[in-house]
Each structure stands twice: as C-alpha cells, then as structure tokens.
Nanobody, 126 residues
Framework: QGRLVEYGGGSVQTGRSRRLSCAAS????????MAWFRQAPGKEREGVAA????????VYADSVKGRFTLAQVDAGSTLYLQLYDPRPEDTATYYC???????????????????WGQGTQVTVSS
C-alpha cells in the first residue's frame, strides 16, 4: 500500500498565491491518476483538479478553472496545486488522491481513487 503526504496548508489572504504539495511513495509506478479534492465543513468532498499521470492531461472543476493550476513532477511521484487567486469559498481541507484503477471514467469523482492523504487545511480570509 502506498502513502500520500500533503504539505503547504495554512492561512492565506484572498488573492495571495499558495502552493500545496503532495508526495507519493511506495506505489508510484502503478499510479494512473492523481488529484486534489477538498471538503469544506458541512459539505461533501469535491474534486478540484486531476491529472492522468501517463500523458499529463489535466482536468479542473469549473469552480477553480483559471485560478488553480496543477503540476506534476516525475509522473505519479509529486503533485502540486497552485492556488493563484484563492477566495474565502476555497476554505477547506484539501486531500491528495491517487488511483491505480483502470478504467476511470470520471477523474473528479471520489470513488475513482483508492489512495488518500491525510489532508491539509487551507483557510482563506478576506
């Protein structure tokens, strides 16, 4: 079983950039997809952005398009989420997820992933 560890959470002001990092270990060669999800208090976990590690194709939720950017290093090893223009509504616990499942039809769906990090809290204040 692999391990995912997130870094970079904390408090940030509206519009100030912040980068989240996710380091994978123990199973990186089997990873097909990596993604970031988030969960705000009282809300369901939602997919934010995902990457097909083999090709680098990326998908973003409409709520973050143009404001957040994914980047991967050593496909399946490290995944970054750059929050360029965070807003108070982006406040949530952010989770890194990885999948060695195939096929995957919805890369922003929670059930498409079988490995999860412990989460990192991001609080955006105005």
């Amino acid at each position: 079983q692999g391990r995912l560890v997130e870094y970079g959470g904390g408090s940030v002001q509206t519009g100030r950039s912040r980068r989240l990092s996710c380091a994978a270990s123990g199973f990186t060669s089997n990873i097909n997809y990596m993604a970031w999800f988030r969960q705000a208090p009282g809300k369901e976990r939602e997919g934010v952005a995902a990457v097909y590690t083999r090709t680098g194709n990326m998908v973003y939720a409409d709520s973050v398009k143009g404001r957040f950017t994914l980047a991967q290093v050593d496909a399946g090893s490290t995944l970054y989420l750059q929050l360029y223009d965070p807003r108070p509504e982006d406040t949530a616990t952010y989770y890194c997820a990885a999948s060695d499942l195939s096929p995957v039809y919805d890369v922003l769906k929670e059930s498409s992933y079988n490995n999860w990090g412990q989460g990192t809290q991001v609080t955006v204040s105005s």
